[in-house]
């Protein structure tokens, strides 16, 4: 029964390109939810997704980021243009429903 | 607006010391409490869930628990081990069930 799965783990990017996160949830759960965790920060909450919906996105930046959660196939998480500030860990997390959250390992977001 | 804090930062202890961990978040309107363990450069493990109508949760060594009107929470490990190294998390969540996480506890266990 594996877990939530995050790809790729470590991703490097120049400033301008853009990256792309997926997560696959752990099977039978429908609730995604991305965090962020920058450099000697806490985890911060970005977006909380079930099929098809955006349930919550109060912490996602206002610009340059998406995420989306489709019928088929993983999570994506999208920055587009990425800057130096964007380095950080991105973790997702996966429930049944709005209860115990299990996170993925996380992807490690490197901007040159 | 609801923030987590958690208390001691760092933590240093000889193996097999009972050591307790600290939580407090400044609104009590959660639907429930997490801890968690990440180890470096990992992701999080869930330890323990608390609902909010909950008094406590056990697993093992870990005894989690949660005076809510309090706003406070603590995690109890038992007899610990070098295993046990690894920073803390405590996280709240509210009506939509995202989390809200603490600065954390990075503790050590000394063999």
């Known amino acids: 029964n594996a877990g939530v799965m995050q790809n790729p783990r470590h991703l490097v990017r120049r400033r301008g390109q853009e990256a792309r996160l997926r997560c696959s949830p752990m099977?039978?759960?429908?609730?995604v939810y991305w965090y962020r965790q920058l450099p000697e920060e806490g985890l911060k909450f970005m977006v909380y997704?079930?099929?098809?919906?955006?349930?919550?996105e109060s912490g996602m930046p206002k610009e340059r980021f998406s995420a989306e959660f489709p019928k088929e196939g993983p999570s994506i998480l999208r920055i587009q243009q990425v800057v130096r500030g964007d380095s950080a860990a991105y973790f997702c997390a996966s429930s049944r429903l709005a209860d115990t959250q299990y996170f993925g390992p996380g992807t490690r977001l490197t901007v040159l | 607006k609801q923030e987590v804090t958690q208390i001691p930062a760092a933590l240093s202890v000889p193996e097999g010391e009972n050591l307790v961990l600290n939580c407090s978040f400044t609104?009590?309107?959660?639907?429930?409490l997490q801890w968690f363990r990440q180890d470096p450069g990992k992701g999080l493990t869930s330890l323990l869930l608390?609902?909010?109508?909950?008094r406590e949760q056990t697993s093992g060594r870990l005894n989690a628990s949660l005076d809510k009107s309090s706003g406070r929470s603590t995690l109890y490990i038992a007899a610990s081990q070098p295993g046990d190294s690894a920073t803390y998390l405590c996280?709240?969540?509210?009506?939509?069930?995202?989390?809200?996480f603490g600065t954390g506890t990075l503790l050590a266990v000394q063999p």
């Open positions: 608390i609902q909010s109508s909950q």
């Open positions: 099977k039978g759960h429908s609730h």
């Open positions: 996280a709240v969540s509210g009506a939509t069930n995202k989390l809200i």
């Open positions: 997704l079930q099929k098809e919906n955006i349930i919550d």
């Open positions: 609104d009590s309107a959660i639907y429930n």
